[in-house]
């Protein structure tokens, strides 16, 4: 019996393809014994292990027009591009609650990428069950350098997890899960290309060279992590957008951002069948997934 992980990619905006994804999933009562996530992929899986259809829709979507979400003028007032005080706070405490009662009975492993900004190197959290705690992990997990401050939890200060591993299938691999399910918010062939600006990253943190050295060489693990993934097709169930992006990382179109939800949820669709098939071959009639 082999144990299958579900990968969540970051990406921004782009996650809203990851959330159409999710709902398919939730609508079809398909969890995963074991999930991983960086950035809005981490964001995405919790509203997914707390049972929250149509959430993570509303928190992004619905309020992509709110005046502190995403804006320029965030990024001067307060040094963040995204409100980041509305996103991990007001919207989950207030406005769109979060069910931190469903999600801490949850059985599912999920853990959370982050950047360690003294060493450059991943930092994951698994289970963490605490309603402050949870927050600040997924905030530290989604804040991106330049665009907004580390986040200090416990002795560490952390930044955005896409940094040190943008798709974390070896973390999970490495947890006991040799076949993965993984969700890209890029399409297929896509290559991630070396910063114009590794010189000003190189500046702008000479005084933490691990870090502006883990900012810089992203691009490299990024492709390097999309070959292995393609060269080992046995071990990994990919879903990713079929149609060309007309979303980027801080997209604030309203009707762009919900065409790519909805091509989230129908390439889900499209890949039911043949990805219960791949569940149950590689699964040999094991339970440990919840399929229709």
């Excluded at 082999?2 to 809203?16: A, D, P, T, Y």
């Excluded at 909805?262 to 889900?268: A, C, K, L, P, V």
Aim: aromatic share 10%; hydrophobic share 35%; charged share 25%.
């Amino acid at each position: 019996m082999q144990s299958i992980g579900l990968v969540l990619e970051g990406g921004g905006m782009r996650g809203v393809y990851t959330a159409g994804v999710l709902e398919y999933f939730m609508e079809h009562d398909l969890y995963f014994p074991y999930v991983i996530g960086v950035s809005a992929g981490a964001c995405n899986a919790a509203s997914y292990l707390s049972r929250q259809q149509g959430r993570n829709r509303k928190v992004t979507i619905d309020y992509i027009n709110h005046p502190e979400y995403l804006s320029y003028k965030n990024l001067i007032s307060k040094k963040q591009l995204f409100g980041m005080d509305l996103i991990f706070s007001d919207i989950p405490t207030k406005h769109v609650p979060f069910d931190f009662e469903a999600f801490a009975s949850t059985t599912e492993q999920f853990i959370v990428g982050t950047t360690d900004t003294f060493t450059g190197e991943a930092v994951y959290f698994q289970n963490e069950k605490s309603q402050e705690q949870l927050l600040s992990i997924l905030r530290a997990s989604s804040s991106l350098p330049f665009m907004a401050p580390p986040v200090k939890v416990q002795d560490k200060l952390l930044l955005d997890g896409g940094i040190a591993d943008p798709i974390p299938i070896f973390k999970s691999k490495s947890d006991g899960n040799p076949l993965n399910v993984v969700v890209l918010t890029r399409n297929a062939g896509y290559r991630k290309k070396k910063s114009k600006f590794s010189w000003l990253i190189k500046r702008l943190y000479k005084k933490n060279p691990p870090l502006a050295s883990a900012i810089n060489s992203r691009y490299e693990r990024y492709n390097r992590t999309l070959e292995h993934i393609e060269s080992n097709p046995e071990q990994y169930y990919v879903i990713q957008p079929s149609k060309p992006l007309e979303v980027d990382r801080i997209e604030r179109s309203e009707e762009r951002l919900s065409a790519l939800y909805d091509q989230g949820y129908e390439d889900t669709k499209q890949h039911h069948e043949s990805l219960q098939k791949w569940i149950q071959i590689h699964q040999q009639g094991s339970d440990e997934l919840n399929t229709p």
